[in-house]
């Protein structure tokens, strides 16, 4: 055999033992509805934006049928349509928006898990970065008690 046969035979075999070495299998998820719990963000010394979500992700045939994501401050409390404001008033606006912004990508997050079944394929929301990564531990919690 010659060289140039016996180096591309070679590099055949070495790319096809990359591949199945890469590919390996893919998780197996049990059937079931799994809650899994991001840390909690602590970020600034006023406490704007601390808290952790919670992702609620069901599984049928090793597939993600269903997938929902709340946000909660440290104290526990939801953050909503009220999150953002003091008193029940929206004292700084600008916050209000931010704060709003990232209650409603929340959602956002959930649907395209839910439509897709790959994290990867989620995209961050410009301004809810923080709740993204929330989201993204949150889904990987909930995943890891599917495992079988």
Known sequence: MSKKKYTALFCAAVLAAGLTACG?????YKDGTYEGKSQVYEGDEDGNGDGYGVA????????????????????????DEDYGKKNGEIANADFYNKAQKAVLAC????AGYAETGDLSKVDAISGATISYNEFQEAVEDALNQAKE
């Open 56 to 79: 609620t992700v069901t599984i049928k045939d090793n597939q993600v049928t269903d997938c929902q994501y709340l946000t909660y401050q440290t104290d526990g409390t939801l953050k």
């Open 107 to 110: 959602a956002k997050y959930a």
């Open 24 to 28: 390996g299998s893919a998780a197996k």
